[in-house]
């Protein structure tokens, strides 16, 4: 509580110290700072301010230096929306906040004052998904990506009519299999024939292998580690099912290649996109490294790169006008650390996140 | 009807499986009345012995055959030690202990020995090379039964028939009877009863070794955890067959195998296991001493 109390005052004095909007670019940074989920928000926060610095030395934005007010409230709904309240009248642009509740909550202020709002972590599916926040963008993949590309990938490039799910029963894989589920029935494309948990650490997986062979389907979705999925990958190999077996990251790990061998050859595997050796994601780190000497925390990329679109946005836009800077989010590609980025219509980020991968010659390589 | 017969194969097989690890489960407990949680421990070990062996060998350009003879041959000695010595070391000191004080020792064990290895080794998946050679005269099934399951069958049931006649009807095989039955009587009439407890370790532990080389095989991966869940099923497919009883040992496997692969056939995986316990429950309700146990009189 003295955290918050203090943390109110500390604002009501920002607050008094506001800058008039057209003097500057304000840009509002909530997120989580303090309390147990420190570690989400920080490395956004952080991020903002190498990008803001780093543009001011230069000379700033259309001529205007960019101000950044970060603002504490520790991933709660409550203390979002006062952050919100409080950062609505005098800031251009929000990056945050860092949780999905947090995000949901302080959305609706934004939403009524025009802010365009990038979150670099909110992940909740609907944000975006169900279209009620125009004003949102995100530079995370949503918690349904990796399945809807799944699905995607399975009906457009493998044209898949009848499509089997594996999972291993635990949370990780029956959660991704059933979004997987819903996504197929939702597209009508094409049908579910099996749904099956299998329990991992079985001895011998035939009778489900058999079972598959019955249903005859084009692809194998499985969910879950890839421990079983050498196991029943193995099996299809001898029982000569040609089906195609896509999994998602819980099987892109070399030791799937290294235990299942040349049965892994053909296998498709959707994974976080490989960023580490990108210019822009080194340049980044070492300016981490550089100003506050800490290794980058979560999000810390994502939010560097919402930095980055925000400032490039502005610039094509060649204002802070909300539907100007809006067209050019949505049409201008930009470089940022996680890829070259740029927003489809719902807000979520085109040009990074998950990518499908194909098992050849013993390594994964990127399907286009 | 195809599909059954594939379903049934597979249960056949699944219940081989078992039925290796369960063997020496059973032989255990008929001959000294002690559920040896380390069973389970034993069968990965020897998996992993067979690993290093056979990667030695592989490497030294051996074909393929003989790497699976000298590699199997070695885990068998190595899982005999190791059986000798925990017998020694976990369960001799504790002979006239009450019951559960062995028990407790085993799971000790159990765990001591999962651990080690895990640090030892590594606690991620290896593969385990494919030691089984092609069998010409399986070509033309081969997509049914693979060489590796072939083996699994037929050495199950050579194990469990030598067994059966050791057992019966060698002088050993009488006096391990003669420790069952009532140890202190045993000694008295001149058995050597920490010999023939010995012996039956060493023989439940090659069982286990023998079980490790073909499953992993099988399998074609190992890590330091597959020899609990093994080891729990196996245990219930010797409960469900009469625990002591060797032929009930690869009876109730077998039981449990088929139940679990037509579980899965025509009903759903989700349900596989529910279905396996469920028949196991009800069958100690009717039967508690399982399908081929003796009933005993309660010693008093």
Not at chain 1, 172 to 178: D, H, I, P, Q, R
Not at chain 1, 264 to 287: F, W
Not at chain 2, 128 to 138: T, V
Request: with cysteine; hydrophobic share 50%; proline share 3%.
């Amino acid at each position: 509580m003295k955290n918050t109390i203090l943390s109110l005052i500390l604002v009501c004095f920002v607050s008094v110290g506001a800058f008039a909007k057209s003097d500057v670019i304000t840009i509002g940074v909530p997120g989580s700072y303090s309390g147990d989920l420190a570690s989400y928000g920080i490395p956004t926060k952080q991020a903002v301010e190498l990008v803001v610095n780093k543009v001011n030395k230069s000379g700033g934005l259309l001529g205007k230096k960019i101000v950044m007010l970060p603002e504490d409230e520790m991933c709660k709904p409550e203390l979002a929306t006062n952050a919100a309240m409080k950062l609505t009248p005098m800031v251009n642009f929000i990056i945050g906040h860092t949780c999905s509740g947090a995000t949901k909550a302080a959305l609706e202020h934004y939403k009524d004052a025009h802010i365009i709002t990038i979150s670099p972590s909110a992940t909740n599916t609907d944000l975006t998904v169900s279209g009620d926040y125009p004003n949102f963008f995100r530079t995370i993949a949503h918690d349904d990506a990796q399945a809807m590309l799944q699905v995607t990938f399975a009906i457009n490039h493998l044209k898949a009519k009848k499509i089997a799910i594996i999972h291993d029963k635990g949370d990780y894989g029956k959660g991704a299999a059933t979004l997987a589920k819903n996504h197929i029935e939702k597209n009508g494309q094409a049908t579910v024939v099996l749904f099956e948990g299998i329990t991992p650490g079985a001895v011998d997986y035939s009778a489900i292998v058999q079972k598959i062979k019955k249903v005859n389907p084009d692809v194998v979705i499985w969910g879950g580690y890839h421990p079983e999925a050498a196991k029943i990958v193995a099996l299809m190999k001898k029982k000569k099912i040609m089906a195609a077996f896509i999994g998602a990251d819980g099987l892109k790990d070399e030791t799937f290649i290294k235990t299942a061998q040349k049965n892994a050859e053909g296998v498709y595997a959707s994974g976080p996109r490989d960023v580490s050796q990108r210019a822009l994601t080194i340049q980044a780190k070492k300016e981490l490294k550089d100003t506050f000497g800490v290794e980058p925390g979560a999000f810390f990329l994502e939010g560097y790169s919402a930095t980055l679109a925000i400032i490039n946005a502005v610039k094509k836009a060649g204002s802070t006008d909300y539907d100007k800077v809006k067209k050019a989010l949505t049409t201008t590609t930009v470089d940022t650390p996680i890829g070259d980025i740029r927003f489809n219509a719902k807000g979520d980020v085109i040009g990074a996140g998950f990518s499908m991968y194909q098992v050849k010659d013993g390594k994964f390589v990127e399907v286009k | 009807m195809e599909y059954f017969l594939e379903l049934l194969l597979s249960g056949l097989i699944r219940g081989s499986i078992y039925a290796l690890i369960a063997l020496g489960y059973t032989m255990v407990y008929g001959i000294i009345e002690l559920i040896n949680f380390a069973h389970g421990e034993i069968y990965m070990i020897s998996a992993f012995i067979a690993l290093i062996f056979a990667s030695v060998l592989n490497a030294y350009g051996l074909n393929s055959l003989a790497t699976f003879a000298i590699a199997s041959s070695l885990a068998i000695v190595y899982a005999a030690a190791y059986g000798f010595t925990l017998e020694k070391l976990a369960y001799k000191p504790l002979r006239n202990a009450p019951r559960l004080s062995p028990l407790i020792s085993a799971i000790g064990l159990s765990i001591v020995l999962q651990n080690y290895v895990m640090l030892a080794q590594t606690s991620s998946f290896v593969p385990f090379p494919n030691l089984i050679p092609d069998f010409a005269f399986l070509n033309s099934i081969s997509h049914i039964l693979f060489p590796s399951e072939f083996l699994i069958l037929v050495i199950t049931t050579i194990v469990m028939i030598i067994l059966t006649i050791v057992i019966k009807y060698t002088k050993i095989g009488k006096a391990m009877r003669a420790v069952a039955q009532d140890r202190m009587m045993a000694m008295l009439l001149g058995i050597n009863i920490n010999y023939i407890i010995s012996v039956t370790f060493i023989i439940g532990s090659c069982l286990a070794a023998i079980g490790g080389v073909l499953i992993a095989s099988h399998i074609g991966q190992i890590n330091f955890f597959i020899g609990f869940i093994a080891g729990i099923k196996a245990f219930t497919a010797a409960v469900l067959g009469g625990i002591g009883n060797i032929p009930g040992a690869v009876l109730g496997s077998i039981i449990l195998g088929c139940t679990e692969s037509f579980a899965t056939g025509y009903v759903s995986s989700d349900y596989e296991d529910v279905f396996a316990f469920a028949i196991l429950v009800l069958l100690l309700i009717f039967r508690p001493e399982g399908i081929l146990g003796k009933k005993r009189d309660q010693k008093v």
